[in-house]
C-alpha cells in the first residue's frame, strides 16, 4: 500500500476580505483554514465515503478483469494467447482505502488547494497466480466553484475532475510482465475515476454544513433569526470571510425591520489558527426591541414579589418623601408598575455592554380587593451592565442594575426631590425586576451556524459598536 494525493482546486471568488471594516450591519464571519480542513476530514470519517469506493473495482468475471471487461468478451485481451493465461483470474477489489490525511492551502484571489493523502490496496486472485495485492499511488485533481445558492448559501460545486494514477506496485503474487503492463495502463484508466465521487461526496457533505448557516434560529416567543450571505465570500491567506445578514422575523414569519443604524464597525484583525463571527449592534438593539413592542420588559410589582427585607409600604415611602404620600395611612401596600414605552438603546465600546431602558413608573397605594390609588408618577433610566456569555448557537446576556435615575413627572400637584426614592427603588428593580428580565433575554443573540464551528469557548471581546467572539479550532 502507498500513499496517494488528492488535490482539489476550490475556486473561491476573485477578491480577498477588506481591511476589517465592516460597512454593513450584517453578522461578519471569518472561518479559519483549519475549520475548512477539519470539515472535510471529518466527512471522510466514519461515514460512507471511503466504504462506497471499496469493491467498486471489479466483481468475480464481473468487472475490470472478468468476462465483461479487460479480459473477457469484447476487452482489450479478448483474442490472443494472452488472455488464455488469465481468463480465470478472478475480480480485482479495493480491500483497503485508509483515511486521507488533509492538508490544504488558501489561494487569495483563486481558491483552496486541497490534499488528501491516502493509501489503497488491491486484491484479487486466480489459479496461474494465486492470491494477488496490488498497490496504487492516485492524484485526483479537481475544480470547484463557490458561488451562493438560490437559498442564500455558500454552496460548493464540482466543476472538473481530472486524475492521474501514479506507480502500480504488485506486493504479492505473480504477474507475467506483458499482462501487469496491461492491467497497469487499465488500471490508470479506470481506477482513477472511481475517487472522483470521493470529492463529489465529500463537497456534499461540505454543502450541508454551509447550508445551515441558512438556518433558523429561534428567538423564543420572539420570533426567529435566519442567516443568508449578503456577498459573495472572500478569501485570505488564512481565512474564507463571510459577510452574513441576519433577518429578523416575527412567530408569524413576516420580517421586523428596526432601524438600522449605519455604523460602521472596525473590526480588529484575526490571528493565525482561530476563527471570528462579529455580531452588530444592530442584533442586540433589535433583541431589546423585539422584547419592548411585545411588552416583556413591562412588570407591575407587588409586595410577594420583593423579600422582607426590601420595604414596599406607605410607611417606608413616607420615611423617605412624606409630601408624595398626602393623607394616606401608613402600612400600606405599594404597587410599583414599569412600562417600558421605548425601545432600549445598547452600548458597545471599550470592552463593556451596557443597555439603558426608559421606564415610567407608577407608584399605587394598593388595599385588598379594592382599586389600587395612584399615587405619583415618575420617568427614570435604568442603566444595566451586560455580561456576556458565548455558547454553541447564541451569546448569552445577563444584565445587572448599575443605577437607576428617576425625576417626578410635572403632573404631580406637590412636587418633591424624587432622587430621595433612588435607592429604594433600585432595591427593589434588583430583587423583582431583574429576575423577570433576565429569563426573557435567555433567548440570547444567535449566532451563524458555520461549519459546526464552536463557539463556546470563545474568548469575548466588545469594541465598537459590536461585539467579536474567537476561538481556536
Given at each position: ?58 466483481s468475480v468475471n464481473q468487472g475490470l478483469l472478468g468476462a465483461g471487461g479487460l479480459l473477457g468478451g469484447g476487452g482489450l485481451l479478448s483474442y490472443g494467447g494472452i488472455f488464455s493465461l488469465v481468463e480465470e483470474l478472478s475480480g480485482l477489489k479495493i480491500e483497503e482505502l485508509t483515511l486521507p490525511k488533509v492538508s490544504l492551502k488558501l489561494l487569495p484571489g483563486v ?344 463557539f463556546a469557548n470563545s474568548v469575548v471581546d466588545v469594541i465598537e459598536n459590536a461585539v467579536v467572539l474567537t476561538v481556536a479550532p
Amino acid at each position: 500500500m502507498m500513499l496517494g494525493v488528492y488535490t482539489l482546486l476550490l475556486l473561491w471568488g476573485l477578491a480577498t476580505p477588506c481591511l476589517g471594516l465592516l460597512e454593513t450591519v450584517g453578522t461578519l464571519a471569518r472561518i479559519d483554514k483549519d475549520e475548512l480542513g477539519k470539515a472535510i476530514q471529518n466527512s471522510l470519517v466514519g461515514g460512507p465515503i471511503l466504504q462506497n469506493v471499496l469493491g467498486t473495482v471489479t466483481s468475480v468475471n464481473q468487472g475490470l478483469l472478468g468476462a465483461g471487461g479487460l479480459l473477457g468478451g469484447g476487452g482489450l485481451l479478448s483474442y490472443g494467447g494472452i488472455f488464455s493465461l488469465v481468463e480465470e483470474l478472478s475480480g480485482l477489489k479495493i480491500e483497503e482505502l485508509t483515511l486521507p490525511k488533509v492538508s490544504l492551502k488558501l489561494l487569495p484571489g483563486v481558491g483552496v488547494q486541497l490534499n488528501l493523502h491516502t493509501k489503497v490496496s488491491l486484491h484479487g486472485s486466480g489459479p496461474l497466480v494465486g492470491l494477488l495485492q496490488l498497490a496504487a499511488e492516485v492524484n485526483v485533481s479537481s475544480k470547484v466553484a463557490l458561488g451562493m445558492s438560490p437559498r442564500g448559501t455558500p454552496i460548493l460545486v464540482l466543476k472538473r475532475c481530472s486524475t492521474l494514477l501514479g506507480h502500480i506496485s504488485l506486493m504479492s503474487g505473480l504477474l507475467p510482465t506483458p499482462i501487469f503492463g496491461l492491467v497497469e495502463q487499465t488500471l490508470c484508466k479506470v481506477l482513477p475515476g472511481l475517487l472522483c465521487p470521493v470529492v463529489d461526496s465529500v463537497l456534499s457533505v461540505v454543502n450541508e454544513l454551509l447550508g445551515a448557516t441558512l438556518s433558523l434560529v429561534p428567538l423564543g416567543p420572539l420570533g426567529s433569526v435566519e442567516f443568508t450571505l449578503a456577498t459573495l465570500p472572500l478569501i485570505s491567506n488564512q481565512y474564507i470571510e463571510l459577510d452574513i445578514n441576519p433577518i429578523v422575523k416575527s412567530i408569524a414569519g413576516d420580517v421586523i425591520d428596526f432601524p438600522k443604524p449605519r455604523i460602521p464597525v472596525k473590526v480588529p484583525p484575526k490571528e493565525d489558527h482561530t476563527s471570528q463571527v462579529t455580531v452588530p449592534l444592530y442584533l442586540f438593539s433589535t433583541v431589546f426591541g423585539l422584547l419592548q413592542t411585545n411588552s416583556a420588559l413591562d412588570l407591575d410589582i407587588t409586595p410577594e414579589m420583593v423579600p422582607r427585607n426590601v420595604p414596599l409600604t406607605t410607611t417606608d415611602l413616607a420615611a423617605l418623601a412624606p409630601e408624595a404620600l398626602g393623607k394616606l395611612p401608613p402600612a400600606q401596600h405599594l404597587l410599583l408598575s414599569l412600562r417600558v414605552t421605548k425601545s432600549p438603546m445598547v452600548l458597545l465600546q471599550n470592552k463593556k455592554a451596557t443597555v439603558s431602558i426608559p421606564v415610567t413608573i407608577h407608584v399605587l397605594s394598593s388595599v385588598p380587593q379594592e382599586t389600587p390609588v395612584a399615587l405619583f408618577q415618575l420617568n427614570g433610566v435604568m442603566t444595566l451592565n451586560a455580561h456576556l456569555a458565548p455558547s454553541s448557537t447564541k451569546l448569552h446576556i445577563s444584565l445587572s442594575l448599575e443605577r437607576l435615575s428617576v425625576q417626578l413627572a410635572s403632573s404631580f400637584p406637590q412636587p418633591f426631590d424624587a432622587s430621595r426614592l433612588e435607592e429604594w427603588l433600585s432595591d427593589v428593580v434588583r430583587a423583582a425586576y431583574m429576575q423577570r428580565l433576565n429569563e426573557h433575554l435567555e433567548v440570547g443573540i444567535p449566532l451563524p451556524k458555520i461549519l459546526n464551528v464552536n463557539f463556546a469557548n470563545s474568548v469575548v471581546d466588545v469594541i465598537e459598536n459590536a461585539v467579536v467572539l474567537t476561538v481556536a479550532p
